[in-house]
């Protein structure tokens, strides 16, 4: 290593500690104005067109109730068409000015295409595409035997997103609209029996952090950690079979609630539940604890039980 390696190694630590010190409570400061800000000069959702994609069921059905509760127009997309029309009957009688519902598959790039012309031939525009949809399945890696079926995995979490954000960002950017990413605790650390679906949400956060810098300020973008939400992917089996039924599940209601007031509010990143942040500084400052406390709990745990997941089974709502 050459002295300018081990002259920049010494003094950018020295550097980032002075600096942490002292800009830490000003942009704390900073960031207490600007939430309280937003939160009184939130947008007006009357009018706006919604585009969320897994909205059958879970999270996606529960926003699309909360946006219709603030008069927005809504295209639900999701595979199950008859809990689609269920969903859009609820959501008109919430108070959204229109639901139209298309039955698509997000894994598909042609129907990520279609449910986006749809939308604007019905509305002749879009203000907020939601990337919702989502899949997993629980496991231990070396205990999968049918490894195609991580392909979904990433079809879906990843590629979903990705094709659906490119077909909208022209429909977006003549609305200097917004894309609300539903992503999850497994793209900030990663949870043992999850491998593959944290890899997925890993890279769909580093694809939407990207176009952060690129698409603004045309379009803002609002990243979405969750943890564990009452939904039907977080049903007791799996949660047994992924072995964190210990962790506390928060309520769908809730979290489709704290999202919609994100967005209004142009945040670009929301945990929910908020306490979730505090995990964040125990990987960041104390990972060995964190990687031992992840063995401990989770993947001992794994070992001992008798995994169900083995053969092919995309685990898909």
């Not at 650390?189 to 603004?216: C, D, G």
């Not at 509010?265 to 604890?289: A, H, K, Q």
Request: with cysteine.
């Amino acid at each position: 290593m050459d002295l300018f390696h081990i002259f920049l190694n010494i003094v950018s630590v020295i550097i980032s500690i002075i600096s942490f010190i002292f800009i830490l409570p000003v942009l704390s400061l900073l960031r207490i104005l600007k939430f309280c800000t937003r939160s009184v000069y939130q947008e007006n959702l009357t009018g706006k067109v919604v585009l969320i994609t897994g909205a059958s069921s879970g999270i996606g059905e529960h926003l699309a109730y909360e946006y219709a509760k603030h008069g927005a127009s809504l295209a639900l997309v999701a595979r199950r068409g008859e809990l689609l029309e269920v969903v859009a009957r609820k959501a008109k009688e919430l108070g959204a000015a229109e639901a139209i519902v298309i039955k698509a598959d997000v894994s598909k790039r042609q129907d990520c295409e279609r449910f986006v012309n749809e939308t604007i031939n019905r509305f002749g525009k879009l203000d907020c595409l939601i990337n919702n949809a989502g899949i997993i399945i629980p496991g231990l890696f070396e205990d999968q035997r049918c490894i195609t079926d991580y392909a979904s995995i990433m079809d879906v979490n990843f590629w979903g997103s990705v094709n659906a954000t490119q077909f909208a960002l022209p429909h977006l950017r003549k609305r200097k609209g917004r894309i609300v990413v539903i992503g999850s605790t497994g793209g900030w650390f990663n949870v043992p029996t999850m491998s593959v679906y944290n890899a997925s949400k890993v890279a769909q956060q580093s694809f939407f952090e990207t176009l952060r810098v690129e698409l603004a300020p045309d379009i803002g973008i609002t990243m979405v950690t969750l943890g564990t939400v009452t939904t039907p992917l977080a049903n007791d089996d799996f949660l047994n079979e992924a072995n964190i039924q210990w962790v506390p599940i928060y309520p769908v209601g809730d979290c489709a609630k704290a999202i919609v007031n994100s967005m209004r509010r142009g945040d670009e990143y929301l945990t929910e539940p908020p306490w979730m942040r505090s995990v964040f500084l125990w990987v960041m400052f104390f990972p060995e604890i964190w990687h031992a406390a992840r063995r401990l709990l989770l993947v001992n745990r794994q070992k001992a039980s008798s995994l169900k997941w083995k053969s092919c089974n995309n685990g898909s709502l």
